[in-house]
């Protein structure tokens, strides 16, 4: 199943219980306007009968044929070659998570010290590092046309070493092979473990292997509140609590 065919595959799936939803909220309000004995309810409870069963059944398929596809991925035996590949990337991707925090702790002081200056009406920021990993020009799935993403990533940078911090070490007893030389990546960890919807979904080990690019993206969010009705930039206090900071701007 091509990777493209998986994600129509998982759209169809969220669609199908986002309709299932949706008529059952229907149902309820209609039965709260006209009551469970009116003619309207008589002729809908057969409708969403019908279709429990029709989505029921449907959902069971969508999810047998994601179980037999990361089955049939994960079964699939690597070649020396493939350790070998699989290897360097976690070593990548330690690097990578490596200059992320760095960038990161260059410019938190500063964001930091305009939160705390009283005169500065910045009252929060945050730092996020958005992680796109590009399919390889030689993959035979690789469209000039198309992004050409396996997944898609968005790690917090905000507060000093978060989550996947150097020191950690995700191996764990049913860690592959390929990663027990070396402290296991979080964002390795992250990408072959952990499904995030159909713009972030788990990449199998065999998959990994078709990555060609990192593309990654510090984004540093500066934020601030203004109130109308007083006329004067909102800082937080502590809390719920916010106090005016009056700045001069000139026209």
Known sequence: MKQNERFYLYCALNSVLSTKREIHKFGELLKQETGNSSESMACLIPVMDEFAAISNNLIDVLKKSFDAESRRRELTALSVDDTKQLERLNHVMNNISRYIHQTADRVRPYMQAKVDDSDDPMFDFEIVAKIDYQLSQEDPEYDEDDDNYLSMRTEPLTRCRCEYDL??????????????????????????????????????????????????????????IFDIKEGTWLKRRSGSEYMPVHVHTPY
Not at 175 to 180: A, G, L, W
């Open 167 to 224: 020191n950690d070490d995700w191996r764990f007893s049913t860690t592959p092979e390929p990663f027990q030389h070396e402290p296991l990546s979080w964002l390795l960890h992250s990408l072959t473990e952990q499904d995030y919807g159909p713009e972030g979904p788990r990449v199998h080990l065999n998959d990994c292997l078709r990555i060609g690019q990192v593309h990654v993206d510090i984004k540093v969010w500066h934020q601030y």
